[in-house]
């Protein structure tokens, strides 16, 4: 039995060196919460190392029950979040007091140990300038998932198994070869996602028993880190790919 593992879509190692910093994600104009709860958060690998970046966008003012409230904060005011064992939060600023008309950014991180699926819970508090030390309202959001798959294998039978190499060259700056393996001859899904999560290209693929190799062409993605990830059966394997221009 050849053990294959699956790689975590935002496993990125530069990440990982900067575990316990999130950034803002200039590249999204959504207010509120992003990723919001239809793209929702990235799953893991149990003894995979594991980063989700939340960036949170708080509106000038809003209207509620016919009273106008200019924000002061938003604040995530409770500290048991259910998150998957392994897993730590981290938010900047630190006390998770997110100023009005501004962009703030949370980090999910660490390593998980136990497989399963996490609903996570968010108890927020929203203040006015109106209301300096009371809160207008206060509700809890609690639509987060965070699935964490546990460790699995696939089977060599015919002398090849899944595998999914790193693309060559790496950084690229308009081709790239994305080699692979098959042990019989199947059809494959290619994703590549942007370091948000958000699935930018897909494509399918007829593998060949044996060595396969797609050329991929980067010419039209900007300058950044992605991730690509091959599916099999419901089986994937992620790996990263730098864009350089």
């Not at 007829?206 to 797609?214: F, K, M, S």
Request: glycine share 6%.
């Amino acid at each position: 039995m050849k053990k294959i593992y699956f790689l975590l879509l935002a496993a990125l190692p530069f990440f990982a060196a900067k575990a316990q910093t999130c950034y803002i994600d200039h590249s999204s104009h959504h207010q509120g919460i992003w990723p919001d709860s239809a793209t929702n958060f990235i799953s893991g690998t149990v003894g995979v190392p594991y980063t989700q970046n939340v960036t949170l966008r708080i509106p000038l003012d809003t209207t509620a029950s016919g009273f106008h409230c200019t924000y002061s904060k938003m604040v995530l005011s409770n500290t048991n979040w259910n998150l998957p064992p392994g897993l730590s939060l981290t938010g900047t600023p630190s006390n998770y007091n997110f100023p009005g008309n501004d962009s703030s950014c949370m980090l999910i991180y660490g390593t998980p140990t136990t497989a399963g699926t996490y609903t996570l819970n968010f108890v927020i508090k929203v203040y006015c300038t109106q209301l300096p030390f009371t809160a207008l309202t206060s509700y809890t959001v609690s639509y987060y998932k965070i699935t964490i798959n546990a460790a699995s294998g696939i089977e060599n039978r015919n002398g090849y198994g899944f595998e999914l190499a790193q693309n060559s060259p790496n950084p690229v700056a308009t081709t790239t070869n994305i080699k692979y393996t098959a042990a019989a001859e199947a059809k494959m899904k290619l994703s590549v996602y942007n370091i948000t999560g958000q699935k930018i290209i897909e494509k399918d693929l007829q593998a060949q028993r044996g060595e396969n190799n797609y050329v991929f062409d980067a010419s039209p993605l900007e300058s950044g880190v992605y991730i690509y990830a091959l599916e099999l059966n419901g089986q994937r394997q992620v790996r990263r790919m730098v864009v350089s221009k």
